[in-house]
């Protein structure tokens, strides 16, 4: 049986436009939720989602119907990202100023939105934060995500283990000294 | 926190940052007529949608009215223009909230505008896309001086004033012991709706900044203030690192401004804040000018009075 996404995809290969708001229904969870673990800068993020389904439209014919389509689009996202993230630090290197301004002549403007987030984030490594993102953001269950990331379905689950331990004891520890 | 409470704080805090890019990928994409498809909600077509249109809409808006904390989208690009009036100029005749519409005009006072798109997001104004922030005079250059200007990109209009309110009053910009801090705000949107909101999330979130930081503060719209004009916008990040010292040296002069000394400041700023806002609503009689005097010390440290560049 086909999945959503590649019926969405499939849709958008017939030439049928409207497959581009059934995949993004289906899809866009988990893009975002790969992107946060990808990138560092939340801004980017909105970019990064925009061009990741411009790019699959654009590319709709390069994919091979039977294959994980999610996954497919997941590795245009990160290439998207990786570039973007390689622009900006080009643009950093040529802008002196903006060197300066990052260098520690400014304050840091805390974020206190996404804590949850931000401590994932700090604390993880990409392939920990992936897989705890698309099993609590994206809501896939282990399995999924072991296709999605062509991993072995232990390996998902002892790490999503090893990540939400990690999490249990830094958040426990912060509560403990902020008491 | 349990492994349930982990992923159900992920969750949410991914659900209010989640972008929706769908239209934006449309119109780039030049295929924006086709996205009319999501009108087609639980499969009842346009005309019918067309039948059910008013009564909906009524049902709507009396749903709308009676939900708080909204997530705030606009029909409309809006533009906001925010200032930062230290007690001294905007307290200068007998009446403190009179005399702000005539603040010294040989002061000048820290002036931002920015521009908000329909997500409720900041707008780049410069070619390179790294800064959403037009600081009008060398004042408001400074206190930009402590803020990287990337992060003013794609932000909260609320979250961003009150990152410039913090940074203006770690500058020395508002004078702490003194009664009268202002900060002024001007929006300019043909979403009216939208503007409602947004207002009442500023003069909240300011309101609570300076009562947490117990300063002397009011955030007021002011109708009276210009509108920006953004035509007038240069950028200035090429001297960023003149205002990134500028910012450092302020902030040192001024750190002892904010030894929170005075213990019994709670009730009195409370006390100001009331007659304050009785002032500005419907009381005009109420004035704290009377009380204001009793309460500044003689000496400030910090005082603004050095804004005149």
Same mark, same amino acid.
């Given at each position: 049986?086909?999945?959503?996404?590649?019926? +969405? %995809?499939?849709? $958008?290969?017939?030439?049928?436009?409207?497959?581009?708001? =059934?995949?993004?229904?289906?899809?866009? #969870? @988990?893009?975002?939720?790969?992107?946060?673990?990808?990138?560092?800068?939340?801004?980017?993020?909105?970019?990064?989602?925009?061009?990741?389904?411009?790019?699959?439209?654009?590319?709709?014919?390069?994919?091979?119907?039977?294959?994980?389509?999610?996954?497919?689009?997941?590795?245009?996202?990160?290439?998207? +990202? %990786?570039?973007? $993230?390689?622009?900006?630090?080009?643009?950093?290197?040529? =802008?002196?100023?903006?060197?300066?301004? #990052? @260098?520690?002549?400014?304050?840091?403007?805390?974020?206190?939105?996404?804590?949850?987030?931000?401590?994932?984030?700090?604390?993880?490594?990409?392939?920990?934060?992936?897989?705890?993102?698309?099993?609590?953001?994206?809501?896939?269950?282990?399995?999924?995500?072991?296709?999605?990331?062509?991993?072995?379905?232990?390996?998902?689950?002892?790490?999503?283990?090893?990540?939400?331990?990690?999490?249990?004891?830094?958040?426990?520890?912060?509560?403990?000294?902020?008491? | 926190?349990?492994?349930?409470?982990?992923?159900?704080?992920?969750?949410?805090?991914?659900?209010?940052?989640?972008?929706?890019?769908?239209?934006?990928?449309?119109?780039?994409?030049?295929?924006?007529?086709?996205?009319?498809?999501?009108?087609?909600?639980?499969?009842?077509?346009?005309?019918?949608?067309?039948?059910?249109?008013?009564?909906?809409?009524?049902?709507?808006?009396?749903?709308?009215?009676?939900?708080?904390?909204?997530?705030?989208?606009?029909?409309?690009?809006?533009?906001?223009?925010?200032?930062?009036?230290?007690?001294?100029?905007?307290?200068?005749?007998?009446?403190?909230?009179?005399?702000?519409?005539?603040?010294?005009?040989?002061?000048?006072?820290?002036?931002?505008?920015?521009?908000?798109?329909?997500?409720?997001?900041?707008?780049?104004?410069?070619?390179?896309?790294?800064?959403?922030?037009?600081?009008?005079?060398?004042?408001?250059?400074?206190?930009?001086?402590?803020?990287?200007?990337?992060?003013?990109?794609?932000?909260?209009?609320?979250?961003?004033?009150?990152?410039?309110?913090?940074?203006?009053?770690?500058?020395?910009?508002?004078?702490?012991?003194?009664?009268?801090?202002?900060?002024?705000?001007?929006?300019?949107?043909?979403?009216?709706?939208?503007?409602?909101?947004?207002?009442?999330?500023?003069?909240?979130?300011?309101?609570?900044?300076?009562?947490?930081?117990?300063?002397?503060?009011?955030?007021?719209?002011?109708?009276?203030?210009?509108?920006?004009?953004?035509?007038?916008?240069?950028?200035?990040?090429?001297?960023?690192?003149?205002?990134?010292?500028?910012?450092?040296?302020?902030?040192?002069?001024?750190?002892?401004?904010?030894?929170?000394?005075?213990?019994?400041?709670?009730?009195?700023?409370?006390?100001?804040?009331?007659?304050?806002?009785?002032?500005?609503?419907?009381?005009?009689?109420?004035?704290?000018?009377?009380?204001?005097?009793?309460?500044?010390?003689?000496?400030?440290?910090?005082?603004?009075?050095?804004?005149?560049?």
């Amino acid at each position: 049986m086909k999945s959503r996404t590649e019926t +969405a %995809l499939v849709k $958008l290969q017939q030439g049928d436009q409207d497959g581009l708001t =059934d995949l993004y229904e289906v899809t866009s #969870r @988990a893009v975002f939720a790969f992107t946060l673990s990808v990138i560092a800068d939340y801004q980017l993020a909105e970019d990064i989602m925009q061009e990741t389904y411009i790019r699959v439209y654009q590319s709709i014919d390069s994919y091979r119907k039977g294959t994980n389509g999610l996954s497919w689009i997941l590795t245009i996202a990160k290439n998207i +990202a %990786l570039t973007m $993230l390689e622009r900006r630090q080009r643009e950093e290197r040529i =802008d002196f100023d903006a060197q300066h301004e #990052r @260098a520690g002549a400014t304050v840091e403007v805390p974020n206190f939105e996404n804590p949850t987030i931000d401590l994932a984030k700090k604390i993880l490594p990409e392939d920990e934060q992936q897989i705890l993102f698309l099993y609590a953001i994206g809501e896939y269950k282990h399995r999924e995500i072991a296709d999605l990331l062509g991993l072995p379905l232990g390996t998902v689950t002892w790490k999503y283990q090893i990540a939400i331990k990690k999490m249990r004891e830094h958040l426990k520890k912060g509560g403990q000294n902020d008491e | 926190m349990n492994d349930r409470d982990i992923k159900r704080k992920l969750k949410q805090e991914a659900e209010q940052m989640m972008p929706d890019v769908l239209a934006s990928v449309y119109q780039k994409l030049d295929l924006a007529p086709k996205a009319k498809k999501r009108s087609r909600l639980f499969g009842i077509p346009a005309w019918g949608m067309l039948a059910t249109g008013s009564f909906a809409g009524l049902v709507v808006a009396l749903v709308l009215t009676s939900i708080d904390n909204l997530p705030i989208v606009s029909e409309a690009e809006t533009a906001i223009k925010i200032q930062m009036v230290a007690a001294s100029i905007a307290t200068s005749g007998d009446d403190p909230l009179q005399d702000i519409k005539y603040a010294n005009p040989d002061v000048e006072v820290p002036t931002f505008s920015y521009k908000i798109d329909e997500r409720g997001k900041t707008i780049a104004l410069d070619n390179k896309k790294n800064n959403a922030l037009f600081a009008e005079n060398e004042p408001a250059r400074v206190i930009a001086g402590g803020l990287s200007l990337s992060a003013t990109l794609r932000r909260n209009p609320v979250d961003l004033a009150l990152d410039l309110t913090r940074l203006a009053r770690q500058a020395g910009y508002f004078e702490s012991y003194e009664i009268g801090n202002i900060v002024r705000f001007r929006l300019i949107s043909e979403d009216q709706q939208y503007i409602t909101q947004l207002r009442t999330q500023l003069q909240t979130s300011i309101d609570t900044y300076f009562r947490n930081e117990l300063i002397y503060g009011v955030a007021l719209e002011d109708l009276l203030l210009e509108e920006p004009n953004f035509g007038n916008y240069s950028d200035f990040s090429s001297n960023m690192s003149q205002y990134n010292s500028e910012f450092d040296n302020r902030r040192n002069n001024h750190a002892s401004d904010d030894d929170r000394r005075g213990s019994n400041w709670g009730e009195d700023i409370d006390e100001w804040m009331d007659s304050h806002r009785n002032h500005h609503g419907t009381d005009t009689s109420s004035t704290s000018s009377s009380e204001s005097d009793d309460h500044r010390p003689s000496s400030i440290p910090g005082s603004g009075h050095g804004h005149k560049r």
